[in-house]
């Protein structure tokens, strides 16, 4: 079973759609119980890096990531669900994040925000998630993004205005800053090959 965490944030039902093609039970939950046992937890996130965080916290979200990452439980994190895994991000208010990845989250060097819209990514070449879509476009939208490499993982990078992170794989955690289940058939694939995974 994947779980979907539902903490106020994310498009939760496309979501649920997406990762359904690809994995038979998927529930939208945020009893820590299913969280933790479920094979693979969803983060996703829309809007504000702080309010994203505030959420997770006031329905023990940031307790149930911590104690899958405690376990190296699979966690995938979309979108602003990508950002809180960071140690912080300077969106609105210097805010923390959970950790999990090394760096911080900020605004894009670009001349028109947000960036919404598809875009072609530099996909690792040892990257698994990317695995038959290294050429495809996925779909973004966003003002802020992680833009240094982490240490000892799969970094797959793009570019808007500058260099940024469009996903991370590294060990249990992947996490991608781009939708990918709005961006079609190319998203749909990365999913399956994140489900293989599992």
Same mark, same amino acid.
């Given at each position: 079973?994947?779980?979907?965490?539902?903490? *106020?944030?994310?498009?939760?039902?496309?979501?649920?759609?997406?990762?359904?093609?690809?994995?038979?039970?998927?529930?939208?939950?945020?009893? @820590?119980?299913?969280?933790?046992?479920?094979?693979?937890?969803?983060?996703?996130?829309?809007?504000?890096?702080? @309010?994203?965080?505030?959420?997770?916290?006031?329905?023990? #979200?940031?307790?149930?990531?911590?104690?899958?990452?405690?376990? @190296?439980?699979?966690?995938? #994190?979309?979108?602003?669900?990508?950002?809180?895994?960071?140690?912080?991000?300077?969106?609105?208010?210097?805010?923390?994040?959970? #950790?999990?990845?090394? *760096?911080?989250?900020?605004?894009?060097?670009?001349?028109?925000?947000?960036?919404?819209?598809?875009?072609?990514?530099?996909?690792?070449?040892?990257?698994?998630?990317?695995?038959?879509?290294?050429?495809?476009?996925?779909?973004?939208?966003?003002?802020?993004?992680? %833009?240094?490499?982490?240490?000892?993982?799969?970094?797959?990078?793009?570019?808007?205005?500058?260099?940024?992170?469009?996903?991370?794989? %590294?060990?249990?955690?992947? @996490?991608?800053?781009?939708?990918?289940?709005?961006?079609?058939?190319?998203?749909?694939?990365?999913?399956?090959?994140?489900?293989?995974?599992?």
């Amino acid at each position: 079973m994947i779980a979907i965490l539902d903490y *106020g944030s994310g498009n939760l039902r496309s979501a649920q759609r997406a990762f359904e093609l690809a994995a038979k039970n998927v529930v939208v939950t945020r009893d @820590a119980k299913i969280c933790s046992e479920a094979s693979a937890l969803i983060v996703p996130g829309v809007g504000a890096f702080a @309010a994203c965080m505030e959420q997770l916290i006031e329905v023990g #979200g940031a307790e149930i990531i911590a104690d899958r990452a405690s376990k @190296a439980r699979p966690i995938f #994190g979309i979108c602003v669900g990508m950002q809180v895994l960071f140690e912080s991000s300077n969106e609105k208010k210097d805010t923390q994040g959970l #950790g999990f990845l090394r *760096g911080k989250v900020s605004e894009l060097n670009a001349p028109v925000l947000p960036h919404m819209g598809w875009n072609n990514v530099a996909a690792a070449p040892s990257s698994k998630l990317f695995k038959g879509v290294e050429a495809e476009s996925f779909y973004f939208v966003h003002s802020y993004a992680a %833009k240094e490499p982490v240490s000892e993982s799969v970094n797959t990078m793009t570019n808007y205005g500058e260099d940024f992170l469009a996903a991370v794989e %590294k060990d249990f955690i992947v @996490a991608t800053q781009f939708h990918p289940e709005k961006s079609g058939a190319a998203g749909a694939k990365l999913i399956s090959n994140w489900v293989k995974t599992l």
